[in-house]
């Protein structure tokens, strides 16, 4: 198909033209430099010297920052096998329209219009041995107060619960999808006799497989580059044991080591990429794109 | 066999419920506590975590807006989302408009890669969005965190802008053109005004994004002038760390926006959120 040259051209280059300068500068200048960077000893000042892949090794080989890729692997298990799920029992709960539905959808999607610093304050706060909620909770019990952000047996999972449990997204795009599917579906399985539970298992599941496999691939898309919660609840402690790579990233480049923090920047987008690819080849292809509104 | 019947959906009935109270908890009970705590003296908060204050202390509020040039940052905040909703709307919309009316080679391409940037984890770029701003002697500017916001917002509002000029029927636009309307008045009279609903939306993510950011905040600037109210209940209240009941009172505070944009336009949030996988 051939298409004739549109006589507006000028006039439409005209109108692209701000959004692409702002892309090309945000969005594929930096992606480019990144690689660039991450190949390079560079110290944020003077020339940047060519080094090829050292910064790899280098990023493998130290401790730390293995410990922040498993925690970022262990962040996109979190969100993908638990999150996701809890998102789709509730979703299959408030598609059936139980009273008050409607405003239980708004409620629970609220703590994702809060800001992730004050969520991690309160939960800083929730988490306090001191005066925290959870420990006022374990006195009511009869326990002992813990420090769960202090204790690096703990400071993990206490980061990701609070991560996990808040459903909100995940479950609104999950909740649209199951409301599309026609409801002559569910007459006729009435009719044939299969109860509540049969239906959600042979019809609903089923026909959400696609909006499922998005939720997934997105959440553990977010667990790979995880980094804003945990920086403000731990800064990566105590003794590295919640740090990310972006956590990581963010201390080496504070301490003037771009390159090594740019090579930390390039595993992470491969890591994430590898996620999306991954999760769509083993479940099934979807567009994430097309298929969250269908 | 009826019996039996009626005991399970009974049960099933107690699970349900137990599972939408639980998450009902999740998302509020966390809230609850902040303002019940930003509502009690520092003594107060020392004994129990629970206990009801015996009066409300407004005094944590007057506390909070004293302390570290709180109602600054506030002022601040605003500037930047509003900014930065005005900023990437003008630009979502004028490009929305030719990838959404005109027919060009090149243009799903473009629509495609706009929108795959919802896929790129911004926190990757530290270095280069740092280094790109110092260079340009961007560094630690208000209007800064506007181009950079309005920027990092481009991929969702693309895809929400554009989708929904999409769905205008051409007649509208036809009737326009035998009226004498070129590309510019189709534009601004004829398809902005006809797409303010998808505009909103768009407009709201840009706001509630730009409100509650912190790391780009964080790396990109570095005075009162430039900061922004995330950064100050981050830091500016540390220099109170006893006081904790006039932090939470400050953290209540900072919340007040975005909840509120969230009161008024869930609705706009809801339907922007169901039409694709977008960030909240």
């Not at chain 1, 994702?112 to 006022?136: E, K, R």
């Not at chain 2, 919309?93 to 090149?106: D, H, I, N, P």
């Not at chain 2, 004829?190 to 509650?212: D, E, H, K, M, Q």
């Amino acid at each position: 198909m051939k298409k004739r040259r549109n006589p507006n051209a000028l006039k439409i280059a005209l109108f692209l033209a701000p959004v692409l300068v702002l892309f090309a500068a945000f969005f594929a200048y930096p992606f480019v430099f990144t690689i660039a960077a991450s190949l390079t000893k560079w110290r944020g000042i003077g020339a940047m010297r060519f080094i090829g892949f050292g910064n790899f090794g280098k990023l493998l080989g130290d401790q730390t920052f293995r410990l922040a890729i498993r925690n970022n692997v262990v962040w996109a298990l979190a969100s993908g096998f638990v999150q996701v799920p809890l998102a789709v029992l509730v979703a299959l709960i408030l598609a059936r329209e139980p009273r008050g539905w409607k405003v239980l959808r708004t409620v629970y999607f609220l703590p994702n219009v809060i800001s992730t610093v004050a969520l991690a304050m309160v939960w800083t706060a929730m988490y306090n041995p001191q005066y925290g909620a959870l420990n006022g909770l374990r006195e009511l019990l009869g326990l002992e107060a813990r420090n769960w952000l202090g204790d690096p047996a703990t400071a993990l999972p206490a980061v990701i619960l609070q991560g996990v449990l808040y459903i909100g997204y995940f479950m609104i795009i999950i909740l649209a999808a199951a409301m599309n599917i026609p409801r002559e579906l569910y007459e006729a399985a009435e009719i044939d006799g299969a109860t509540t539970l049969q239906q959600e298992f042979r019809i609903t599941l089923p026909m959400l497989r696609g909006s499922i496999v998005t939720a997934m691939t997105l959440a553990m898309a977010y667990g790979m580059r995880h980094f804003e919660a945990t920086y403000l609840m731990t800064g990566g402690g105590p003794a590295y044991s919640t740090t990310t790579m972006g956590i990581d990233l963010f201390l080496k480049m504070d301490a003037l080591r771009y390159s090594e923090a740019s090579a930390a920047g390039v595993i992470l987008i491969v890591l994430g990429t590898v996620v999306i690819v991954g999760i769509r080849r083993l479940l099934g292809r979807t567009d994430p794109m097309a298929e969250a509104g269908q | 066999m009826r019996a039996k019947n009626k005991a399970l959906s009974l049960g099933a009935g107690l699970l349900k419920w137990t599972v939408l109270l639980f998450f009902l908890a999740v998302a509020l009970l966390p809230l609850a506590w902040l303002v019940l705590n930003s509502f009690k003296t520092n003594l107060e908060l020392q004994a129990s975590p629970f206990s009801l204050p015996a009066r409300p202390a407004f005094e944590n509020y007057a506390n909070a807006i004293a302390m570290a040039e709180l109602p600054r940052l506030f002022v601040n905040s605003v500037l930047v989302a509003v900014g930065t909703v005005f900023l990437n709307l003008l630009v979502s919309s004028m490009a929305g408009f030719v990838l959404a009316r005109e027919a060009w080679k090149g243009r799903d391409t473009v629509r495609t890669v706009l929108e795959a940037g919802v896929l790129v984890p911004i926190i990757a770029f530290m270095v280069p969005y740092f280094t790109l701003v110092t260079k340009l002697g961007l560094y630690d500017k208000l209007y800064t965190l506007i181009l950079v916001y309005a920027a990092i917002n481009i991929p969702v509002s693309i895809f929400l802008v554009t989708s929904f000029m999409r769905s205008i029927p051409k007649e509208l636009e036809e009737a326009a053109i035998i009226d004498g309307c070129g590309f510019f008045q189709r534009y601004s009279k004829v398809i902005l005004p006809l797409s303010r609903s998808g505009l909103v939306t768009a407009g709201t993510f840009c706001f509630i994004y730009a409100w509650n950011e912190f790391v780009m905040a964080m790396l990109l600037t570095s005075s009162i002038h430039s900061r922004t109210i995330q950064l100050g209940i981050r830091f500016f209240t540390s220099q109170f760390i006893t006081d904790y009941a006039g932090m939470f009172a400050a953290i209540v505070l900072s919340m007040l926006p975005s909840v509120l944009a969230y009161v008024f336009l869930h609705n706009k949030i809801i339907a922007g959120l169901t039409a694709g996988a977008v960030k909240g």
